[in-house]
């Protein structure tokens, strides 16, 4: 499968996400404001399992890090989310990520990223929830060029209490000034794998 094909099956799945967060919002339960559980189809969810509600606010961490063998030179990454589930299945996202690289010549680099994501937990198996989603957003920092970033990603999380649980993930992402360099520049991006601890509250 090529990197343009899974794009476009993952764009598609975030358009069919918001097509059923609007049917999702106009059934039943969702007018009065509160947390209760919709009428989402109860036999794709285990009622007794950890689940995530519209209205749930959600906070992930994740990082990486590596070095030489002398640890001359190390770098790091981290990835804070702050999230929020507009529907059961529907969560928006903001996204910071910051990286760090100590170079033994003595040069130290920061970088971040902030984006802002959206991601649809399309099925729910109990403890276990995968999602697609998609991110968008803008690349700075030291010795890199300052510019957009976007892509789609996927995943799962895995709930290891009520409010506690294990997020594994992968994003395609790839870097572009304009509109028209995205397109020059979709097949040149990289995948980004990530595993964290996050929390809903």
Not at 12 to 38: I, K
Not at 102 to 124: A, E, H, K, Q
Not at 125 to 150: K, T, W
Request: proline content about 2%; cysteine-free.
């Amino acid at each position: 499968m090529s990197k343009r094909t899974l794009g476009i099956g993952i764009a598609l799945s975030v358009l069919m996400a918001g097509a059923a967060a609007y049917a999702q919002l106009n059934e039943p339960g969702f007018n009065d404001g509160d947390r209760t559980r919709s009428t989402r189809d109860t036999a794709t969810r285990l009622q007794d399992e950890p689940d995530f509600y519209r209205g749930d606010r959600t906070f992930s961490v994740s990082g990486s890090g590596s070095s030489d063998e002398d640890f001359d030179s190390n770098n790091g990454t981290m990835d804070l989310e702050l999230g929020y589930f507009v529907t059961d299945a529907l969560s928006v996202a903001v996204r910071q990520g910051l990286g760090f690289a100590d170079y033994n010549n003595g040069r130290d680099d920061w970088t971040g990223s902030t984006r802002l994501g959206l991601d649809w937990f399309f099925v729910d198996l109990g403890r276990v929830h995968p999602y697609v989603g998609a991110s968008i957003g803008y690349i700075y920092g030291d010795g890199v060029r300052e510019q957009f970033i976007a892509g789609p990603d996927a995943g799962v999380r895995f709930f290891l209490n009520d409010t506690t649980y294990l997020t594994l993930g992968v994003e395609y992402q790839f870097l572009f000034k304009d509109s028209d360099e995205a397109e020059e520049t979709y097949n040149d991006g990289r995948f980004v794998y990530g595993l964290g601890m996050g929390l809903r509250f």
